[in-house]
């Protein structure tokens, strides 16, 4: 791809922009670890909420949503849209808790919900392997993505390329930590959604218009419901039919079964990781869950439409290019003009550098604040944490390094460590609700969700046909079965934490529910409701319809099904409009953390 000097005139400045925002929070940055790794707890829920969109929007996701549109249809994005509904659980019954729960990271909540030991072993083993393997997997696999787009258009080394964005992202990260981290996710954030939807027009226009691309993909993949439809099932005179691609078992198992029992980063069940993160960091609990929802709107609703859309005009332009990811970098090369090509790249690097630099911060914060501080050196200062902090994420950009050149070979590896928590999503929810969850139970759910995973991966796929999904979803049963009867099975064969900690939890989050009867009753607090009652779970219903009407109305305005596209997006107001009676009638109303919402009764 030819670049003119006004192209890479537009990359310069946005490295040279995006630097200057990084550093001039250094100073702010440095006054403390709560302000390196949370911003102090004082963001609003708008900046934290774009800052959770742009992480997850890395330079792979639109290669990796062009591969499931080219070869499985629009409804191939089931495969994460499924995580919707584990997100709005996020939103209306975790969001509020672990915002009480006044936290820096999500592991350091076993020690304040567990005690002893075990608790202990389970903050140190979570911090050390979220950190390390889990975080420079996925640093390595965002950039071996950005070296395949840079190789396809630029001709310059990738190596070089890549190189230079991680360096300045690793700069900014390393001196001024979570608020540099914020305000270039917002920057970002604009420049890449700018970017994709650019190239969505060009590759509509190279087709020859939206009907030319409708009938191209029809025919590519042999019916409309099979290209465009954004549902895996259809109705037919026999009954219900899905698609080859995801048979009725592994869709029930989707719906049903994946994304309240399998972890996955950046969509835990009961919330975690670098979002439970940007909670931490909000001003109140009203701006965490804001934060939230916003995200979950944007990255199921409103994000995808652009990918999806150049994604289909690939299938008609490059019919018999084998590498169906790699597809919409070539699109980028063959159809944007100058300057929208300087314009993309910057995109590409904005998507690479958002990733990375939360990935940094994220893994920073357990290793410094969950290990290092934890178990090694307890009594240190501020500018002392501070300054590990540094060292921590300069070791972490050398580490992701190795795992990058690497990454051929630890792919099962990938596959190997997201196994260690297929069973553990239910365990992550009920300790929020239920006082009889104590360490072990975590601790028994995640070493038998990882053996039994290992079983199941050498044995199952035996049984059914090379690439059949039931052999997956087959897998997750199985795990979650098993693992959900022996963690059961050891909280019931264990002592339940000591009452000292499970009044101090519940004082602290003040969570409700039936589960703490017999704590909040002997707390003084009575029989409460969990924060927001009836309402959370008619918001969480609502906000699983609000998103996916508004996710399906504007693929139907696209598609030019207007009275159609406009119904459901009418659906998806009514729903947010629901939501937002709770925000008028103070149900989400901001609590000062250690503010009960009801006070305790006297006695």
């Known amino acids: 791809m030819t670049l003119t000097s006004v192209d890479w005139a537009i990359v310069a400045a946005y490295f040279l922009f995006t630097t200057a925002i990084g550093f001039y929070f250094t100073r702010r940055g440095s006054e403390s670890l709560s302000e390196y790794f949370i911003s102090g707890r004082k963001v609003s829920w708008w900046l934290a909420g774009a800052s959770m969109v742009a992480t997850t ?7 990796v949503v062009t591969g499931l549109v080219a070869t499985k ?11 919707v509904m584990s997100g709005m659980l996020t939103v209306f019954f975790f969001a509020r808790l672990w915002r009480r729960a006044n936290v820096m990271t999500d592991v350091e909540f076993a020690e304040i919900r567990y005690s002893g030991k075990p608790a202990a072993f389970l903050r140190g083993f979570r911090a050390l392997y979220l950190a390390i393997p889990i975080n420079l997997i996925i640093l390595g696999w965002v950039t071996r993505a950005m070296i395949k787009i840079l190789s396809i258009s630029l001709g310059i080394s990738p190596i070089l390329a890549v190189g230079i964005c991680f360096v300045i992202t690793v700069a900014y990260a390393v001196a001024a930590g979570m608020w540099a981290v914020l305000w270039t996710d917002l920057v970002q954030f604009v420049i890449k959604m700018t970017a994709v939807i650019v190239l969505a027009v060009y590759s509509v226009r190279a087709v020859g218009g939206m009907d030319a691309l409708k009938a191209g993909v029809i025919q590519h993949f042999g019916s409309e419901k099979a290209a465009l439809s954004v549902l895996p099932i259809s109705m037919t005179p026999d009954g219900i039919v899905a698609y080859a691609w995801m048979p009725l078992l592994t869709l029930t198992v989707f719906l049903a079964v994946q994304w309240w029992a399998a972890w996955y980063p950046g969509a835990e069940p009961g919330g975690g990781g670098y979002v439970a993160q940007r909670i931490f960091s909000a001003r109140t609990e009203r701006d965490g869950v804001l934060a939230t929802l916003f995200f979950q709107v944007a990255h199921y609703a409103l994000r995808p439409w652009p990918w999806i859309v150049t994604g289909l005009a690939t299938v008609v332009l490059y019919p018999n290019l084998q590498d169906k990811e790699a597809v919409y970098v070539q699109a980028l090369v063959d159809l944007l003009p100058s300057p929208w090509r300087g314009f993309m790249l910057a995109g590409f690097a904005a998507a690479y550098m958002s990733a990375v630099g939360t990935q940094l911060n994220w893994g920073a914060s357990y290793l410094v604040n969950d290990f290092y501080k934890r178990f090694l050196k307890k009594n240190e200062t501020e ?17 992701s390094i190795l795992v990058t050149w690497q990454l051929s070979s630890v792919e099962q590896a990938w596959k190997l460590l997201l196994a260690l928590g297929a069973g553990t999503g239910l365990v992550l ?3 929020w609700y239920w ?10 759910a995640m070493v038998c969700s990882f053996l039994v995973a290992l079983v199941a991966s050498a044995t199952i796929p035996k049984r059914f046909a090379a690439g059949d999904p039931n052999a997956d979803a087959m897998i997750m049963l199985v795990t979650v079965g098993i693992t959900t009867v022996v963690w059961l099975a050891v909280t019931f064969a264990t002592s339940p934490e000591p009452d000292s900690v499970l009044h101090s939890f519940y004082k602290r989050v003040r969570p409700g529910g039936p589960g703490w009867v017999r704590i909040s009753t002997a707390a003084g607090y009575g029989r409460e409701q969990i924060p927001g009652g009836a309402l959370a779970w008619t918001n969480w219903i609502a906000g699983i319809v609000a998103v996916y009407a508004t996710l399906f ?6 598609f030019g099904e207007l009275g159609m596209g406009l119904g459901l997006l009418a659906v998806a107001a009514i729903a947010f409009l629901w939501i937002a009676r709770s925000f008028q009638t103070g149900s989400e109303r901001s609590q000062p953390i250690g503010t009960p919402e009801v006070v305790p009764n006297e006695r």
């Open 57 to 63: 929007f890395a330079a792979d996701t639109p290669l």
């Open 429 to 431: 929810i009920l300790r």
């Open 435 to 444: 006082w009889r969850i104590n360490a072990w139970s975590e601790i028994s």
């Open 383 to 399: 500018r002392h944490y501070v300054m590990v902090s540094r060292l921590a994420t300069i070791f972490l950009f050398f580490g």
């Open 553 to 558: 109305g504007i693929g139907k305005v696209i």
């Open 73 to 83: 249809g629009v409804a191939g994005n089931w495969l994460w849209w499924n995580f």
